[in-house]
Structure formats: C-alpha cells, structure tokens
C-alpha cells in the first residue's frame, strides 16, 4: 500500500466531531488543519495546512516558520512566545455526536462569566467605585462641551484625543499633570456613561464575552452571532420582559430635555439594584456583561451541586492541599529524619495539585488571605466571601482529622518516646525556638505573605508576564516551596489562618489541651501578620506596576471611600441596624 492511500484510509476511519462539522459523515471527515489535493490519478492525498501552502501556479510550496521575534511581535520576554493555533489544536479532546446536547454546560464558554482564579489571569470588571454618582455625571453632561477645561486653565494647549487615550506628557510641576488626568477620567466616562444612556452598549458586551473562538468544538449560536434576518424583533424603547419606561432610551439632544434623575436612579442606585434582582455585589453595568450559565442538572443533588459548586471545589481542594501537608510534616516527624527540605517540596507540590483540582471552578484561593486581597483589590464578589471561608476552615479541620487518622499509630509510637511538641508542630504553626520573639514571628508571616501575594497578582496580571495554559498552578507551587524554605525555620510558614486555625480546632477535638490557644501566636502569626501582609502585598504591586482600574490604588480616593460607605449602609439595612 502507498503512502497516499495510507493516508486516505487513516483520514476515513478517523471519527468525526460535530463541533467540528457537524454535516461530515465518518467518510468524508477531512481534519480542519490538513487540506485535501486531487493528484493526476484521482486518487486524494492530504498535506498539512499548517505547513504548506499553494502559490498562483498551483505549485505546493512551504510556508516559512514563525521566528521567535515574530510569535512575540519583538518583545522578548522570559516568560516567552505565546501558544501557537496548531497547539491549541492538538489539545483539544474528541466530542462524541449529541455529546453537547445531553450536556449543554459543555459548550459554556471559557469566559461566560468572571472567576477569580490562580490557574489563569484574573478577570478585569467593572467595579462601582470606576462608576460616577448621579451629580457626578450630571455636571459632567453640562461641562461636556469643554473637555480640556482643567488643562486650558493651567495654560495648557492639548489635544482631547490624546487627553483620552492616557497620552499625558510628563512635567515638573503636578498640577498640571492632575488636570490631564482630571481632563482624560471625565471624557471616559462621559462617553462610557452615554453609550449606556443611550442603549448603545452592545459592543461593550460583546468585547467582554470572550467565547472559545479558538477552540475547535462547536457551540450555540448567540444573539449577535445570528444574521439580522434570523433575529427576533422587539419594538422601539421596549426590551424582552421590561417595559419602555423601565429602560428609556435618550440621544445625545433629549439628554437636555428629559429628567436623568429617574433613569440615572435605574443605574446606579442600591435600592433598585435589589428590586431589579441582581447579585448585590455587581453593578448593572457589569451585569450585562456577565453571561448567563448553563448547567448539566441531572439529579437533585446536581441542583444543589450547581448552586454550591464553588464551595465545594474549594474545600476540596484545601482538604487535598492540607492532607497531603499534614501528612508529610508528620512522616518527617515520626520518621525522626528531620529534613525541612522534603517539607518544603511536598507543602509546594500539594499546593500545586490544589489549584489543578479547583482553580477552574473556585479560583482555588485556598486562603481567606487571598480571597480578602482579591475581594478588595480585584472585585471578587463579596457575596461569595462567607461560603469561601466556611469551606476553607471546615475542609482544614477535617484535614488534619483525616492525616492524624492516618498516623494514629505511628503517632502513638512517637509518642512513647519523645514529648508532643513534635506532633503539635506537624499540624500548626508557632515559635519554633524559644529565642523566636513576638516580633519576629510576626513579621516573618507579614513577610512571607506579602512576597506571596505580590507573586499571585503579577501571575494573575495579563498586561505583564502571565504564564502559559495550565502553567500558574506549577508556578504557585514552586513559589510556596521557595517561601517555605525562606520563611519555614522560625514559624513554620502558615500565610494562611485556616491552615493553622482549623488543626488546632481538630488538636482538640482529639484530646490535646487548650494550651494550644494559650500562646497568641494563633492571633497575631496567622492571622494578623497573614492578613496585614497580603493587604500590603496587594498594594505594594497595584501602586508599583498594576494600570487596571479595579484596583482602589488606580481611582480616587473620594470613589473608594464613597464605595465602602454604600457598602456599609448594605450591610445594615441586611442586618435591620440603624
């Protein structure tokens, strides 16, 4: 047999997607990536798309690789050129036919809605602190006719377009770079604001729901992937289960003429958030900017499943993390070997194989440090903060349960010969030596966990280095073995309160005496110093390298603390408090 028939009958008997084509037959499926050519006998042979390319002779010629400088556009980098289409090809799983129906949620796209993960960059949203109040915007509209007005009083001749974009020469003297920026943050927001007024926010959906257009697998058509003629027709000022007056649409001359007070009200105010039954930590504006899941609902315990899933992937992953932890300290302890080092590579690797299991579903936090750092800094739902704590500190308790059991007798035997100081140190984190000071083992979990979350944020930051697909998780591992060599020693390196919060709480469900809270160190090392350093972390990176506007370093000061009042007045009017 030739080569060419060879290649024909291994094209045949290949089976085909449907995401893929779904009209091909198994006879006729031919791979997206290689392209069919007729020869003089008729007979098909097949040549790589990739590869080869046809010249206007209809000569087959070879296509030059891709430089390094090239898959870079010249910016060489160490974190290196990004994934080629032909990788993303060859990663991508085969789809049995009717696979996605029985399963609709498999063809949810990767970024239908935002998740604050450490496996991948994290997601950029609109906060409301970037949003102007209702005065705000209203003397924007009446200063709209002048929109270098600040810079002009300074003397400055600019151009508004460049004002816009950011372009703000640099200069000695500080105002008159304040009123450029003053100047750029009021037109963007005037323009974003009437895009909304207007109802002209389509494109700004459409740039935020990034689907998997690069992935071979098919998916549903969406709203605006459908031709005009096959969408459905709703009538002027009306939306699909609103009436008109809910949601006026006003041009640029009726802005003038009719009362903005309602209409701004339907926007941004807290009240009628919660009439219009949105999630009380988005702002409308992002809410239309977040796509509706879908689910494979195939039992009750599924529903229930689908409304908690992100919990449960955390404490998941946390149980994994902290029981492959405990378990290593111990075998070092009872072993009596003593080498800190398999520690520090175990505690890493076990972090690592965490993010993996959960870091596309919960984000994979792992520790209410991060989860309050991305809270604050990157806009994760602080709806979500309460079952995110819940299923750290529970799946830490039965962690260390489940790893005492597991070396019950090895623990016993331990036991016979030495004092429990060595299985108290296996499960928690304290003053390793009795010249460690207050001071000392405080800062060294302030610094720790500073170094750790400046490391997270700039993994998660896409406008600086981020790694490849699947490469964060390895990455975070690697960093927790490093931090636990550096900071280790002293303290044993918890930069996480429910690692060390949860084993004491199980150290006395099984018999240990409370003098395990009798030493603050439980207070101020994992939970003071933990949480201070990652809140300094945050900061240090968002003031020296983060642009993103999410980040309250990155808008006003007045905006924030405006924020953290609404906030405030949320929580009491849930609590029924005056």
């Not at 459908?226 to 000022?237: A, R």
């Not at 207070?523 to 642009?547: C, K």
Request: proline share 7%; with cysteine; charged share 20%.
């Amino acid at each position: 047999m030739d080569e060419e028939s060879h290649l024909r009958e291994r094209s045949d008997a290949q089976p085909h997607s449907p995401a893929r084509n779904r009209a091909a037959t198994d006879a006729d499926y031919i791979s997206p990536m290689r392209t069919s050519v007729e020869n003089g006998s008729g007979t098909r042979r097949y040549s790589s798309a990739a590869s080869r390319r046809s010249n206007g002779s209809g000569v087959l010629s070879l296509v030059p690789r891709s430089t390094l400088a090239q898959c870079t556009q010249g910016k060489l980098t160490l974190a290196g050129p990004g994934r080629t289409p032909q990788l993303q090809l060859a990663q991508e799983p085969f789809v049995q036919p009717g696979y996605a129906d029985l399963n609709p949620s498999y063809e949810q796209a990767f970024n239908a809605r935002p998740v604050w993960s450490l496996a991948k960059p994290l997601p950029r949203v609109v906060r409301p602190s970037m949003v102007p109040t209702k005065d705000e915007l209203l003397q924007n509209l009446a200063n709209a006719q002048h929109p270098t007005e600040n810079s002009q009083r300074l003397g400055l001749d600019v151009d508004p377009n460049d004002i816009e974009q950011g372009r703000i020469d640099k200069s000695t003297d500080p105002r008159k770079m304040a009123a450029q920026v003053e100047d750029a943050r009021l037109q963007r927001e005037n323009n974003f604001m009437n895009k909304i007024l207007t109802g002209d926010s389509t494109s700004a959906r459409q740039t935020s729901r990034v689907s998997r257009t690069s992935s071979a697998r098919g998916r549903r058509p969406l709203a605006w992937d459908l031709p005009p003629d096959q969408l459905s027709t709703v009538q002027e000022g009306d939306s699909p289960g609103n009436d008109a007056s809910e949601r006026p649409e006003l041009g640029g001359d009726q802005l003038e003429n009719q009362d903005l007070g309602a209409t701004l009200d339907a926007l941004l105010d807290v009240p009628e958030l919660e009439k219009a039954g949105y999630p009380e930590d988005l702002h409308p504006l992002v809410q239309e900017l977040v796509e509706d899941e879908v689910h494979n609902n195939h039992t009750t315990w599924s529903v229930i499943r689908t409304h908690h899933r992100e919990a449960l992937a955390e404490g998941l992953g946390v149980f994994v993390q902290l029981t492959m932890g405990f378990c290593v300290d111990l075998s070092v302890t009872v072993a009596d070997q003593g080498n800190p080092n398999t520690t520090a590579w175990a505690w890493g690797l076990a972090t690592m194989m965490a993010i993996y299991i959960c870091g596309g579903v919960s984000g994979a936090h792992l520790n209410p440090a991060v989860t309050m750092v991305l809270w604050f800094f990157r806009g994760f739902p602080k709806r979500k903060m309460p079952e995110y704590f819940a299923a750290q500190f529970i799946a830490a308790f039965c962690a260390a349960l489940v790893a005492y059991g597991i070396y019950y007798e090895a623990i016993q035997n331990y036991l016979y010969h030495n004092p429990d100081t060595g299985i108290i140190t296996s499960f928690v984190t304290n003053s390793r030596e009795a010249w460690v000071g207050t001071t000392t083992a405080f800062f060294n979990e302030f610094m720790g966990t500073t170094v750790l979350i400046v490391t997270i944020l700039a993994l998660g930051d896409d406008q600086n280095a981020p790694p490849g697909a699947g490469m964060n998780s390895l990455i975070i591992g690697l960093v927790i073995t490093c931090l636990s060599m550096c900071f280790g020693h002293q303290t044993g390196a918890a930069f996480n309160p429910s690692r060390d919060f949860g084993p004491r709480l199980a150290l006395l469900a099984v018999g240990y005496p409370n003098t395990l809270f009798t030493d603050p160190y439980w207070l101020y090392g994992p939970w003071v110093g933990a949480l201070s350093g990652g809140f300094v972390g945050a900061f240090l990176y968002d003031f020296f390298i983060f642009t993103g506007g999410e980040s309250p370093v990155n808008y006003p000061l007045e905006r924030t603390q405006r924020a953290l009042t609404k906030s405030g007045m949320g929580w009491r009017r849930r609590l029924q408090l005056k």
